[in-house]
């Protein structure tokens, strides 16, 4: 079992920065690969960005490409999005989330994929 606990949201305006963090419970962190998904209001939850649990394959959704960055760090078990150059299409709450991978170097990019959820943080840029 794993709990996921994001921070790091808020209101920003176009061009700013945010750095999501996802706090993970338990001794297991590293069996774990990672995500990040958002959803918009009226908007089906969509992928962002994953890391396996090597930390050594990273994947990003084209919209944010150049834009964000994911890092973990397994001492802290945390898992970062940082995010630059924010956009107002950006607005949404952003949901970590994590499975179990017999494969490190396996990344997921689809919900489905997905055994535990974060509660999400709310991130809204202004124009």
């Known amino acids: 079992q794993v709990q996921l606990v994001e921070s790091g949201g808020g209101l920003v305006q176009a061009g700013g920065a945010l750095r999501l963090s996802c706090a993970a419970s338990g001794r297991t962190f590293s069996s774990y690969a990672m995500g990040w998904f958002r959803q918009a209001p009226g908007k089906e939850r969509e992928f962002v960005s994953a890391?396996?649990?090597?930390?050594?394959?990273?994947y990003y959704t084209n919209s944010v490409k150049g834009r964000v960055t994911i890092s973990r760090d397994s001492a802290k078990s945390t898992v970062y999005l940082q995010m630059n150059s924010l956009k107002p299409e950006d607005t949404a709450v952003y949901f970590c989330?994590?499975?179990?991978?017999?494969?490190?170097?396996?990344?997921?990019?689809?919900?489905?994929?997905?055994?535990?959820w974060g509660q999400g943080t709310q991130v809204t840029v202004s124009s």
């Open positions: 989330a994590a499975v179990r991978s017999a494969y490190s170097a396996s990344y997921y990019v689809r919900v489905v994929e997905y055994e535990y």
């Open positions: 890391i396996s649990r090597s930390g050594s394959n990273i």
